[in-house]
């Protein structure tokens, strides 16, 4: 005899073709613990935790719908994050200025002893023989002045020369100490020549020419007395 349910509007279980309650399938009472969703949310008990999301939460990956959007960061500007000087250098030419170089010559070696004078627009530098020696100037018209402090007379070898500084390069200057005395320095840009030269070679040797004649004739009068 088949088993009647308690109730009799339900069937029973068990049995071949019963008509108990399925264990699995879309349920009738209640809500599915799996498959597809009937309210509007999958699982009916709460928000899934991968996907996108529907309820106003986040995924933890995928792209971002609440805040920045990866790749898409401001770039920084090279040279403005710092300072406000302009890249690579100082404002006007740090190289302007002339570079100066300062000789003697060879056989007037005396004046190593005396510290040569180097003005620019009546302002002294300090430049030392025989090395050059770079000044730095702001663009501009200069007036150079060298001169070199002696015994007789008291300055020599005065040498002028008015140059314009500008253009990121230092002028290339030399002066050259004069072989004579009384005769002016040479100044500009190099190479500079010695001036007196040939008064210093003819003051050489007119003294030579002066002892050879002498010589000679000590010698011819020599000779004559003998006989």
């Known amino acids: 005899m088949p088993p009647y349910s308690q109730y009799p509007n339900q069937p029973a279980s068990g049995g071949p073709g019963g008509y108990g309650q399925p264990t699995s399938g879309p349920a009738y009472g209640g809500q599915p613990t799996s498959g597809p969703s009937y309210g509007g949310q999958p699982g009916y008990g709460g928000q899934p935790t991968s996907g996108p999301g529907y309820g106003g939460g986040q995924p933890t990956s995928g792209p971002g719908y609440g805040g920045q959007q990866p790749g898409y960061e401001q770039p920084q500007q090279p040279g403005y994050g710092g300072g406000y000087g302009p ?15 300062l000789k003697f010559f060879p056989l007037a070696f005396l004046l190593m002893f005396f510290k040569p004078v180097v003005t620019i627009n009546g302002q002294q530098y300090q430049v030392p023989w025989s090395k050059r020696t770079p000044i730095q100037l702001p663009p ?15 300055q020599i070898g005065k040498a002028d020369l008015a140059v314009n500084v500008g253009g990121g390069q230092p002028i290339e200057l030399e002066y050259r100490a004069p072989a004579f005395a009384f005769s002016p320095g040479s ?15 003819a003051l050489m040797a007119v003294p030579l020419v002066v002892g050879l004649i002498c010589c000679c004739f000590s010698i011819f009068a020599n000779s004559g007395s003998s006989y």
């Not at 690579?88 to 570079?99: L, Q």
């Not at 002045?145 to 008291?154: A, D, E, F, K």
């Not at 100044?187 to 070679?201: A, D, F, H, V, W």
């Open 187 to 201: 100044l500009g840009t190099p190479p500079q020549k010695y001036n007196g030269i040939g008064l210093t070679i």
């Open 140 to 154: 501009g018209q200069y007036h150079v002045h060298v001169h070199v402090p002696y015994l007789i007379p008291s």
């Open 87 to 101: 890249p690579g250098g100082g404002y006007g030419g740090g190289g302007d200025g002339i570079a100066l170089t």
